[in-house]
């Protein structure tokens, strides 16, 4: 690979007269530097640093991006990166993310002023993507190393990795390799330089040499400064990125920063009580239910047994996990109503009524929104003679809220009032034939004091407000409502996603945007366990390390006969098990919880898009200021206090959480244990020992490597 490579040497005391760092940064009497809690992300636009970006969005973690690519984009100088408040010198900058180790050209000033920057307050630096190369303190690839495909590639975190950044994970960290005919991830596997002050976190075997590793996440000591350096290529879908997202953020504001990251699964089993239509294979329909023809086959319901909750109970307890039960309670009735008053299934979910917890979704799971008009399919909505959309009453909406609570309540089911999931989500927008809200929702979830409406992710996914009531968006799996037995489900499967000439309905060949179509149907002896289960995994698993508290859900259908959901849910639960040590364990919350994180956030990232919060850390301290009413959001090391109380809870080996502000500052005591903050600035013309080095052009990825951006599928 040619390259020139042109280094220039200087003192930082050379660099700061030269590049003008403001007077005030440098105090003779040691005034420690103001730091605002904030990162630059220098991007050219590339993967690498869109992936840092969205998961400091995620986080609610400010962040200053800069596009190399956009005409007229702030110059990076001493100004752009330092200046003083209140007589201190500040750093604006407690981390700098660049796509690679120096994207700009030859003895470019803005590399001096960032490497200038970086030693003068101790702010660490990440390359994102960045070739191995003695400049990023690694051997070329070519003297011992590897370039190219690890897909499939298990890396280790290393000792310490473990016990550095990355210590929230068991070890393992897998490489995706989803398909055989793509190249997902590229890298660069190299050792330390020679000489080099180069500590791997994250390695993997070098093909071809047998017993050594080479570094795929490392730290680089040099000249003063630090660099953490990332040599594969990744977006923010890929799981390699999700499990080291973490760790590369902790790495860079040394645990302190705002914005908080989690884990969260939760799963909703809909229609309890109830019993789902079935899919026939025969009819590609499903009897009873409106995608079939009225008088077109025979229903045949799935309805979950005694047998079926023991099963779930005993799931819950071996895997630690508390189900989401969302009930209608007419079922129970109807069951009754036919047998005598015996309903051997209510019977054993009220006795174990308390190993669930339990979501109202209402009495008959009847369509709340427009008047349905099912004689034709797709159903479309009933008009009068005017011609206007004629709706499900206020009081019909309120009569199945308030007759299903009831029921629940007369059981003893330990409900939350403020929580309502809707049949089908209906009353809420459902395009293409009901494009507006039920009107006479909002005021039906008001009478009954209905706060958080649960909303379909595929269809409706960011939180709004209905009323007094906001939505809480939830992921559908991909396991079918009516399907008790893998062979139903596959064979719906391939119905929905094959062409017209292999047997399937067509929709993914009218609609090429879709992700799961098929290339060949699918084995209905196999195909769930080989193709539907690992997908779904995934994808349940890809939500969960992505720091989305949204909830997912199924059906009862699932947990009955041969209980599908399960293989899938066991796969989320033990993959996370094998990746994540014990302090970072899965949270498990009730949807009303997960409602209120929504909304949180949803006002702490309005306060940060406004520029109404400032916070910055000088020395132990860390003072944030938010606007009246908004929660703030902080990630801070263990031991932290606030007025003189442990702050937040332990998650990750750090603590997190949210602190409610009264529109004064709220200000962190840090553990004399935390990573020391930043000294006195050098002054102009002080000579701090060792060279400031601006390093070289970065040798540039080869080209057609690219990361590969995992599936979106909306079930």
Known sequence: MKRTIRTTALTVGALVAALGLPAGAAHADGTAPRVDLRTLIVSDGGPSTGAIAAELDAAGTPYTEIDLTQAGRPVIDAAFLADTVDGRPRARFQAVVLPDDNPFPANSPEMAALAAYEKTYGVPQVDAYTYARPQAGL????????????????????????????????????????????????????????????????????????????????????????????????????????????????????????????????????????????????LNCTPGDVDCPIGQGTPDPIRMTPADVDYATSWEQSHGFTFDLVYNAVGSDDERADHNGADPLADRLIADRDRFRWVNHTYTHAFLGCKQDVSVVPWKCETDQDGATEWVSRQDISDEISVNRAWGQKAGLPLDNTELVTGEHSGLRVLPQQPDDNPGLAPALADNGVTWLASDNSRDPEQRRVGTATTVSRYPMNVFYNAGRAGEQVDEYNWLYTSRAQGGSGICEDNPATTTCLPAPLDTATGYADHIVPLETRIALGHVLANDPRPHFVHQSNLAEERIAYPVLDGVLDGYRALFADDTPLVNLRMADIGAEMQRRSAWQSALRAGQVTAYRIGDTVTVSAPDGVDVTATLPAGTTLAGQDFGTAYAGARSGWTASAGQPLTYSLPASAPAAPASPAAPGTTVTGPVTAPAPHARIPAGVTARSAPTTAH
């Not at 890929?238 to 705002?258: D, K, N, P, S, Y």
């Open 139 to 282: 051997q070329l690839p070519t003297a011992g190393g590897y370039s190219g495909s690890v897909d499939g590639v298990e890396a280790q975190v290393t000792a310490a990795g473990k016990a550095g950044p990355f210590g929230y994970l068991s070890g393992a960290v897998p490489f995706e390799d989803n398909s055989p005919t793509v190249a997902e991830s590229y890298a660069y596997l190299s050792q330390p330089a020679a000489g080099a002050d180069f500590t791997p976190y994250v390695d993997a075997p070098i093909p071809g040499q047998s017993g050594r590793r080479g570094s795929l996440v490392g730290e680089y000591r040099h000249d003063g400064r630090r660099e953490l350096v990332v040599t594969f290529v990744y977006n923010q879908y890929q799981q390699q990125f999700r499990l080291l997202a973490r760790g590369i953020v902790e790495w860079m504001t040394g645990g302190v920063h705002l914005g908080a990251s989690r884990n969260y699964f939760a799963v909703h089993v809909d229609d309890v009580f109830a019993a789902d239509d079935r899919w026939d294979t025969q």
